[in-house]
């Protein structure tokens, strides 16, 4: 493009395009007429400011851009064919009014000068936090109460339950999850204890058997086993009453507890008193095992029997 020549009725004009300002004298009464000048045959297509058909004026600026042919992919859809002026990327994105976050990515960078034929992507990224309550359950808190039978349990405070915030964080691509991450809680309402009371109180479980116990002994439990090792080389597998020694037999002084007896022993179960011996005196009791490992582990202790009805 030469400069015009300045005549009569010529005004000076400036032409801006490509990066570059040139001041021109022109007797065209449009800026479309003042391009047709230069050779400049513009399409609709192509920037122009002002417009075409807007006047000449003394001292007009006049921005003139070529379109290029391009194809943009945005957010994972099928290519289009733009026709769009500008001289980067950046100016294509500005012109169609396509709003790139930093998480976005653009192939190729927006710096990147247009020319035509370039094929343009945009990649969508978004991270989004998700938060979402959870009950927390709350703990129990079991204290040991003697006024209450073995195995019982009270609860004397029901608790509250707690809450606690959860977040989620979620990477999405072009709108499809690509991955999931948990970023931690915190709990917002602290539960509140429950509390319950459990006996400690031996007692045999009645209701199984007669419903009813007669007196309640503190005795020294001894544990033995039928063979030689607990009963000496006499030892012939069966009680001073012709029952076979096995568990569920224990040996007792008869003065305190008649032969034929049932008792429940806490710690061992039920019982049935048919059996003697020369050391049981008094509160003394043998319990029987079938085995010597079992009886040793029984060792002695003391407990509580009970007669039964």
């Known amino acids: 493009m030469g400069g015009l020549q300045s005549g009569g009725g010529s005004r000076q ?7 570059d300002a040139r001041s021109y004298f022109t007797e065209a009464r449009t800026v479309g007429g003042f391009l047709g000048e230069l050779g400049i045959q513009f399409t609709e297509y192509d920037l122009v400011k002002p417009p075409p058909s807007a006047a000449i004026r ?6 003139y851009e070529k379109a290029r042919r391009v194809y943009l992919a ?13 001289e980067t990327v950046c100016d294509l994105l500005a012109q169609l009014g396509l709003d ?4 976005d990515r653009v192939e190729p960078h927006p710096s990147t000068p247009l020319t035509d034929d370039l094929h343009v992507k945009i990649t969508r990224v978004e991270v989004l936090d998700v938060t979402t309550e959870r009950t927390i359950d709350p703990p ?4 040991a109460d003697p006024a209450l039978p073995r195995g019982h349990m009270v609860e004397v405070r029901a608790g509250r339950a707690g809450v606690a915030e959860e977040v989620t964080r979620h990477y999405y691509r072009n709108g499809e999850e690509t991955a999931r991450i948990d970023m931690g809680s915190r709990t917002i309402v602290e539960p509140q204890e429950r509390v319950a009371r459990v006996g400690v109180r031996s007692a045999p479980p009645l209701a199984s058997r007669s419903g009813a116990h007669r007196d309640v002994l503190t005795m020294v439990a001894t544990g033995y086993d039928p063979g030689v090792r607990s009963c000496g080389a006499s ?12 568990k569920g037999v224990c040996a007792v002084d008869p003065s305190v507890i ?8 806490e710690g061992y179960g039920y019982a049935l008193a048919c059996d003697t011996g020369g050391a049981i005196d008094g509160n003394r009791i043998d319990l029987c095992f079938d085995t010597y ?15 039964l009805e």
């Open 100 to 103: 790139v976050s930093p998480l």
């Open 258 to 265: 008649p032969l034929g007896t049932e008792v429940w022993v």
């Open 13 to 19: 004009v400036t032409l801006e395009t490509a990066g």
């Open 140 to 143: 129990l808190v079991v204290e």
């Open 58 to 63: 003394p001292g007009l600026i006049v921005t």
């Open 235 to 246: 030892a012939d597998g069966r009680t001073a009453t012709g029952h076979v020694a096995t």
């Open 293 to 307: 490992e079992e009886a040793l582990r029984w060792g002695r202790r003391t407990v509580l029997v009970y007669i």
């Open 74 to 86: 945005d957010a994972g859809r099928a290519e289009v064919e733009l026709m769009c002026p500008g």
